[in-house]
């Protein structure tokens, strides 16, 4: 057998022992199997939200949606729970991080425990479960062609409760989500509060998948066109003002500030002086990227990888913009794939700035964890994207790097150094969405039609292209 193939089959192996059951059915996954039995385990036993992404995905794949309905129902059923984070009520969309099965001693009675993230390290909310949830549950839709989970009434209510929460009015001046800090993969404090790019992306993706799924038979107009509306802002706004590439980089540094009124070029107030030293050398000639934040006086130039894929599969960045993102990533291989692809941001925080934005936090020092660690589960968001552009050469050639490791190292959760060269500090071996994220990216690249159920097309209504207002994506 060749290498990726029975690196394939190991990978299933340890997959299906992940697997949760409740009442004898497979309902999801646990975040990591472990070797050691000492080992403290944290929550990493428990069925994580987004880390099911891939596991569920990998399912539908070969042809398994059992396990993907049973997970869809269940975290809608734990969404109407009431739930409450000391004395202070939840919002009734908010869908918990992880879940767990329990089995109460006595009676022998399995019941699920949720956590919203009332018990999570640090409290910290899990904004992106419930988009995740949605975006599977038009991936099971998709790829089942079954229609009756998400037509179902609790599953119609679900995604209505899930959009409502991020729809209702309040003192927005932008079309983004603002978001606290640690609410989605990164799940710790990394200066990402405000108007986070991967919260963005995923936002616009599960908005696009919601409105699809919506039943248009009921009084459904109103919600759909408060949808719609908000579809439209965001992508002009993301597209506009989250983008950025040499030409960008450069209008930027010459801004003028303090610009009052409508016809203000700077309209965040950005100051050139704020613009990092750092950005000059990774902003390439040929490529760009979508920026990690953006809002007042504030522009987060860091790269971020959930995002700017997400931003690419759901087409919420345009076909131009989705090239020049992967131009960039290969035009900066060594910093973003290096020996283990791949980093989940990109640069590190150090010295000072990471004692303050981080609070001092040792799991994320330089080049480690959320610190631009690099994660193996970006392998799938990173072969979708390259699919989608029709570059699948750019996934086979980080996926043969990741080959080489991956299975020799025991499936690491992540990676640390600039080139993610060593095995994560605390890295957890046997890590689910490791082993899931290889998969999918492996079965992707095999059968790349597969890849239709994680994307969307560009929505013609909402076509505004700021590339072909500047220069070009080129730069130079
Ligand atoms: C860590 C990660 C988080 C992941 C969880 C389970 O907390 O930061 O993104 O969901 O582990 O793997």
């Known amino acids: 057998m060749s290498k990726g193939g029975s690196l394939k089959k190991e990978a299933w192996e340890v997959l299906r022992k992940s697997i949760m059951y409740h009442h004898g059915m497979p309902i999801g996954t646990i975040a990591a199997t472990t070797i050691d039995p000492l080992e403290d385990m944290v929550n990493y036993n428990q069925v994580f939200m987004r880390d099911f992404f891939s596991s569920g995905i990998a399912f539908l794949i070969a042809g398994e949606p059992e396990i993907v309905k049973n997970f869809l129902l269940m975290a809608v059923q734990l969404q109407g729970d009431e739930k409450q984070v000391d004395c202070f009520t939840l919002g009734e969309g908010v869908m918990p991080a992880s879940f767990k099965v329990t089995v109460d001693q006595n009676s022998n009675q399995e019941s699920v425990e949720a956590d919203f993230g009332d018990a999570a390290i640090a409290r910290v909310a899990p904004v992106d479960s419930g988009f995740w949830w949605i975006v599977l549950l038009r991936a099971y839709t998709h790829s089942t062609g079954d229609h009756s989970v998400a037509n179902s009434p609790q599953c119609q209510l679900g995604i209505i409760r899930c959009l409502n929460l991020c729809l209702h009015d309040g003192f927005d001046t932008f079309p983004t989500l603002l978001c606290a800090d640690g609410c ?109 934040n953006v809002s007042p006086a504030f522009m987060d130039f860091r790269w971020f990888t959930i995002g700017n894929f997400l931003a690419i599969t759901s087409s919420l960045a345009t076909n131009q913009q989705a090239n020049a993102i992967m131009d960039l990533v290969e035009e900066r291989w060594d910093e973003l794939i290096g020996e283990m692809p791949m980093k989940c941001m990109y640069p590190a925080l150090e010295g000072e700035e990471w004692r303050i934005v981080t609070g001092c936090d040792p799991k994320n020092t330089r080049w480690s964890y959320h610190n631009s660690g690099s994660w193996p589960v970006f392998l799938w968001f990173l072969t979708a994207a390259a699919i989608k552009v029709g570059r699948p050469n750019i996934a086979h050639r980080a996926l043969e790097i990741a080959e080489k490791r991956l299975l020799k190292d025991e499936w690491p959760e992540y990676y640390d150094g600039k080139l993610g060269r060593t095995i994560g500090k605390q890295a957890r071996k046997l890590q689910t969405w490791t082993i899931s994220g290889y998969l999918v990216a492996k079965l992707l690249l095999e059968d790349p039609s597969q890849a239709e159920m994680l994307f969307m097309d560009e929505d013609m209504r909402c076509r505004i292209n700021p590339l072909a207002r500047s220069s070009s994506s080129e730069g130079g």
């Open 184 to 292: 989605s993969m990164i799940d710790r404090r990394m200066g990402i509060y405000g108007y986070p790019l991967d919260i963005q992306s995923l936002f616009y993706m599960a908005l696009r998948c919601g409105k699809e799924l919506l039943r248009q038979d009921r009084d459904m107009g109103a919600f759909v066109e408060r949808i719609d509306k908000r579809l439209h802002a965001l992508t002009f706004h993301m597209r506009q003002y989250f983008w950025l590439d040499h030409n960008q980089l450069n209008n930027i540094y010459r801004y003028k500030t303090e610009e009052y009124s409508y016809t203000a070029v700077n309209k965040f107030n950005i100051m050139p002086d704020s613009l990092p030293n750092w950005v000059f050398e990774f902003m390439p000639n040929k490529g760009g990227y979508m920026v990690g």
